[in-house]
């Protein structure tokens, strides 16, 4: 069965701390890999990664893919209160359907 | 404009009843789906339709029924309410070919069963 797994599964640090968040997979037919962020309300995209050893950057945040050993990292670095959220990894495998397979999340909280 | 959304934002209803719940996308996407957030944050897919079609049905009990009346709406209706239905139901939509690029969720419909 296709699985998706994410830790740590919580983590709180200080603001201006680096984290490494991690994502396992183990998938048929492995197609992309996503991360994303969620507050309140709807998860949000942050990066989709399909090549392994490309890093892709956005500001702060940084993301990794290693498809030999299947994982990925997501890295945060210098981090701030609007950080704190749940962080979604999701693979998408097996046929052109669009299904995306989550891991459990991992919530961080940036304390002040 | 709001591109994928979804109506109510809240439900609070009693078991053994049955409810719906509404989703519209304005981004032109041809794939349409549903997933399920459980109180562990653990987001599952249930449904996705391309084009009207059903394509993905996963194990879920058939009291809950998808209907797509066009490629822009996608109707999640539930028979006889459970309490373990209680949850956030998250509609989102994609353009299958492209990869999943795009993929834009709904803000959530958090549906509650007392």
């Known amino acids: 069965e296709d699985k998706v797994v994410q830790s740590p599964l919580s983590l709180v640090v200080h603001e201006g701390d680096t984290v490494t968040l991690n994502c396992s997979y183990e998938?048929?037919?492995?197609?992309?890999l996503l991360w994303y962020k969620q507050e309140k309300k709807a998860p949000t995209f942050l990066f989709m990664l399909?090549?392994?050893?490309i890093e892709k950057k956005s500001g702060r945040l940084s993301s990794i893919l290693d498809k030999k050993e299947l994982f990925s990292i997501l890295n945060i670095t210098a981090t701030q209160t609007g950080d704190s959220a749940v962080y979604l990894c999701?693979?998408?495998?097996?046929?052109?359907?669009?299904?995306?397979?989550f891991g459990q999340g991992t919530t961080l909280q940036v304390k002040p | 404009d709001t591109a994928v959304s979804q109506t109510p934002k809240y439900l609070v209803t009693q078991m053994g009843n049955d409810k719906s719940i509404k989703c519209e996308q304005n981004?032109?996407?041809?794939?349409m789906y549903w997933y399920k957030q459980d109180s562990k944050k653990f987001l599952k897919i249930m449904f996705s339709?391309?084009?009207?079609?059903?394509?993905i049905n996963e194990t879920v009990p058939n009291r809950f029924s998808p209907k797509s009346p066009d490629k822009a709406h996608l109707n999640l209706h539930i028979n006889s309410l459970e309490l373990g239905d209680s949850a956030v139901y998250f509609c989102?939509?994609?353009?299958?070919?492209?990869?999943?690029?795009?993929?834009?969720f709904g803000s959530g419909t958090r549906l509650t069963v007392v």
């Open positions: 981004l032109g996407h041809d794939t």
């Open positions: 339709y391309n084009n009207k079609e059903l394509i």
């Open positions: 998938v048929t037919n492995f197609r992309s």
């Open positions: 999701a693979v998408e495998a097996t046929g052109n359907t669009g299904k995306l397979i």
């Open positions: 989102a939509s994609s353009q299958v070919g492209t990869g999943v690029y795009g993929y834009t």
């Open positions: 399909t090549s392994s050893g």
